[in-house]
């Protein structure tokens, strides 16, 4: 004999219709949250390595000042000292009279 095929019956239950639409709310609530974490740390990567580009570039820029004066104050050292040792030769030697 062939089977009768049972009938399906669906039951609105609305307490589980609510139980899902929340459970949709709360997984769309942690898919933002989540993604907007992953943002935040690709945003303070990028941060970190603007600043730690900054300082290099701030770094090196004092370092080409900072040479630049010590070269400077090199320089006029070395005509100081030039000059002082006209000056020396000037006193040492007595002025002829005319």
């Known amino acids: 004999m062939d089977e009768i095929e049972q009938p399906e019956i669906i039951i609105h239950d609305p307490t589980r219709d609510s139980i899902d639409?929340?459970?949709q709310a709360i997984a769309a609530v942690v898919l933002v949250?989540?993604?907007g974490f992953i943002t935040m740390?690709?945003?303070l990567a990028g941060l970190l390595l603007d600043a730690w580009r900054s300082k290099t570039d701030s770094y090196r820029s004092l370092s080409e000042h900072l040479e630049s004066q010590?070269?400077?104050i090199d320089i006029m050292q070395n005509s100081l000292t030039e000059i002082?040792?006209?000056l020396?030769?000037?006193v040492?030697?007595?002025r002829s009279l005319k």
Do not use: A, C, S
């Open 21 to 23: 639409k929340i459970n």
């Open 33 to 35: 949250l989540v993604i």
């Open 41 to 43: 740390l690709f945003m």
């Open 70 to 72: 010590q070269k400077t």
């Open 84 to 86: 002082q040792n006209i």
């Open 88 to 90: 020396q030769n000037k």
């Open 92 to 94: 040492d030697k007595p």
